[in-house]
C-alpha cells in the first residue's frame, strides 16, 4: 500500500482532486481529506498503465472504465507526461 500527501487526481486527462490524500492498495484507490481522512471516492482498479502513477479503472462500481491519473503536487500546470509500463494491455 502507499500513501500520496497533497496530490493531484485526474480523471480522464482533467483534474477532479487537488491536495487531497491518495491510497494505492493492490485493488483500489482511494480518495481521502487531507485533514480528516475522510474518504472522498474510491477506485476499483482494473489494469495498471504506469506503476505508481496511472491505472485504468471504475468508479462507483460503474461498467464505464477511466484512465486515473495520480501525481504528487497540485497539479496546477496540468498532467504530467507518461509512458504506459511495457506490459499494459492498451484497454484505454
Do not use: H
Request: charged share 25%.
Amino acid at each position: 500500500m502507499t500513501t500520496m500527501n497533497k496530490a493531484a487526481v485526474f480523471v480522464n486527462g482533467t483534474r477532479r482532486y487537488r491536495d487531497v490524500k491518495v491510497i494505492v492498495g493492490d485493488d483500489a484507490v482511494t480518495v481521502a481529506n487531507t485533514i480528516t481522512g475522510d474518504t472522498i471516492t474510491s477506485f476499483a482498479i482494473d489494469e495498471v498503465v504506469k506503476d505508481g502513477m496511472a491505472w485504468d479503472a471504475r468508479v462507483d462500481s460503474s461498467p464505464d472504465l477511466v484512465r486515473l491519473v495520480v501525481q504528487e503536487g497540485c497539479g496546477c500546470s496540468g498532467q504530467k507526461p507518461y509512458q504506459p509500463d511495457p506490459g499494459y494491455s492498451g484497454k484505454l
